[in-house]
C-alpha cells in the first residue's frame, strides 16, 4: 500500500472518530445538582411551587436556557425550571451512559483533593477555636420557601 | 538463524525497558498533572461548604451567638427574601442568617452562605430596609465569591503538593493547612477585611439587590450616615472598608431618598414588632 493511502486511511479513520464525538456531544447536555438538596420549579421564579424534589448528584437533561434558569427534564419526565447556581453541566450525557463512571466519584476525589470534607471536619470537632455546636443551631434553622414567599408579599416586596 | 534469533530477544527486552522507563516517566507526569490541576481547580461547592463551615465554627468560638427563636426566624426570612432574587440564589448548603450577641457594628459571611450580624449593628437599624442593606451587602460577597478569595495563594499552593489520597487522609500536615485556611478566611472578615475594590463592589451590588427586591435601597445611604457617626464602636473589619464618607460618596448618587410608603411603614412596622417580641 502506497505511502500517501495510509495516510488517507489514518486521516479518515480520525475524522470519523472526531465525527462520532461530535454527534455525542450534541446528542444533549446533561446536567448535574450540585446542591445538597433543590427543586424542579413550575416557573422560573424562586416563589413558584414545586414540581419535583432533588439532591445532590441528580441528574437532569437540559432543554433550554432561560436567563438565569434552565428549563430542564427529569428521568421520571418531570419538565420545569431550574436556577444555574443549583447545578453544573456535565458538557454531554456521555458520563450517564459509559459503564462504571460516576459524576459523584469525580466529585469525591475533587473533594479530598484539597482536604475539606466531612471526615476532615470532623477531626477538628471539639478542638479549642471552633464551636461546631453552636453552627449546629444556626445550620437547623432553615426557613421553608413558602414562609419566605407569604413573608415577601406581607411587606409588599418583589 | 541463531543471530537473528539473539537479535529479536535483544531488540524485544530492549524495547520492554524502553516502555517501563516511558510508563515511569508517563506516570510521574500524570502525578504532577494531578498535583497541579488539584491546585489551579477553583474549589467545589461542596468543598466551599465545609471551609465555610469550620469558619462559621471559629467565628462562633470568638463571639457568643444570641440564640433567640423570634431574631433568627426574622433575620432569615428577610436574608432569604433577599438570596432568593441574587446572582447566587442557591449554594451547597444553602443561606443561613444568625445574630451574633456583641456590643460591636459588624456584619460578617462565611463561606457559602452563614451570614452574621451583630447585635450592636442590629440594634442600629431602624427599619427592616436598613436590616435589608446589611444583608444584601453580605450576601453579595457570597455572590462574588469573596471569602474564598481570602485563603492565601501560598496555601493553596501547599493543597495542591499533597495528592488527593494524602488530603482525604487528613495527615498532621494536612489538617494543619486545613486550620490555616479557616485561619487565612477569618482573619480577613475579623481583622484584615476584604480590599476596597471588593466592597465598593459589594455596596453597588447590594444597591441592585435592594432595589430588584422591592426593598429601598437609600437605606443603604442612611446606615452608611449611621456608620458614620458611630465609627468609635466598630469593629475592626470596617477599617478596611473605604471610609464611610467615601462610601457615601459613591452610594449616594445612585439612590433617592427612603419613601415613607405604604409598604415601607409595614415593614418598619414589622421590624420593630419582632424586636419588641424579641427584646432585642
Known amino acids: 500500500m502506497a505511502i500517501n493511502e495510509r495516510q488517507c486511511m489514518r486521516k479518515k479513520r480520525w475524522l470519523t472518530a472526531f465525527l462520532l464525538c461530535v454527534l455525542a456531544l450534541a446528542a444533549g447536555k446533561a446536567l448535574v445538582v450540585k446542591v445538597q438538596q433543590t427543586n424542579i420549579l413550575s416557573k422560573p421564579d424562586f416563589l413558584s411551587s414545586s414540581l419535583q424534589a432533588l439532591k445532590k448528584g441528580d441528574r437532569l437533561e437540559l432543554e433550554e436556557e432561560t436567563g438565569g434558569w434552565y428549563l430542564v427534564k427529569s428521568p421520571s419526565g418531570v419538565r420545569g425550571y431550574i436556577h444555574k447556581s443549583a447545578v453544573e453541566t456535565t458538557g454531554s450525557s456521555l458520563t450517564g451512559i459509559m459503564p462504571g463512571q460516576k459524576s459523584a466519584s469525580d466529585q469525591e476525589v475533587a473533594l479530598a483533593a484539597k482536604g475539606f470534607s466531612e471526615e476532615n471536619e470532623k477531626k477538628i470537632k471539639g478542638s479549642k477555636g471552633y464551636n461546631f455546636a453552636d453552627l449546629e443551631w444556626v445550620m437547623s434553622h432553615g426557613m421553608p420557601r413558602a414562609e419566605v414567599k407569604g413573608f415577601i408579599q406581607e411587606g409588599r416586596l418583589k | ?280
Do not use: W
Not at chain 2, 525497558?17 to 516511558?22: K, Q
Open chain 2, 1 to 280: 538463524m541463531r543471530k537473528l534469533a539473539v537479535l529479536l530477544v535483544f531488540l524485544l527486552a530492549f524495547q520492554s525497558v524502553a516502555f517501563s522507563i516511558n510508563l515511569g516517566k508517563t506516570l510521574k507526569t500524570l502525578n504532577k498533572v494531578k498535583k497541579v490541576s488539584a491546585a489551579v481547580r477553583p474549589i467545589s461547592e461542596e468543598e466551599e461548604y465545609y471551609i465555610g463551615r469550620a469558619v462559621a465554627a471559629n467565628i462562633l468560638s470568638r463571639y457568643p451567638l444570641l440564640k433567640n427563636e423570634i431574631l433568627s426566624r426574622y433575620i432569615h426570612l428577610a436574608g432569604l427574601a433577599l438570596a432568593y432574587r441574587s446572582q447566587r440564589p442557591e449554594t451547597f448548603g444553602g443561606y443561613h442568617f444568625a445574630v451574633l450577641d456583641s456590643d460591636e457594628i459588624n456584619a460578617l459571611s462565611a463561606p457559602g452562605g452563614i451570614i452574621f450580624i451583630t447585635r450592636g449593628l442590629l440594634q442600629i437599624c431602624e427599619n427592616e430596609d436598613e436590616l435589608a442593606a446589611v444583608l444584601a451587602h453580605e450576601i453579595s460577597h457570597i455572590v462574588a465569591r469573596d471569602p474564598i478569595k481570602a485563603i492565601k495563594s501560598e496555601r493553596m499552593k501547599g493543597l495542591g503538593a499533597f495528592t488527593a489520597g494524602e488530603l482525604a487522609g487528613g495527615g498532621s500536615e494536612v489538617m494543619e493547612l486545613f486550620q490555616n485556611t479557616v485561619l487565612d478566611i477569618s482573619g480577613t472578615l475579623l481583622q484584615k477585611g476584604y480590599s476596597r475594590t471588593q466592597e465598593k463592589d459589594a455596596d453597588l451590588a447590594a444597591l441592585g439587590l435592594l432595589d430588584t427586591c422591592g426593598y429601598e435601597a437609600g437605606a443603604m445611604l442612611q446606615m452608611l450616615k449611621k456608620l458614620e457617626s458611630s465609627e468609635k464602636k466598630k469593629a475592626k473589619v470596617f477599617s478596611a472598608h473605604p471610609s464611610c464618607a467615601k462610601r457615601i460618596e459613591y452610594v449616594g448618587p445612585q439612590v433617592k431618598a427612603v419613601s415613607a410608603s405604604g409598604a415601607f411603614a409595614t415593614r418598619e412596622a414589622r421590624f420593630r414588632n419582632t424586636r419588641s417580641k424579641s427584646g432585642v
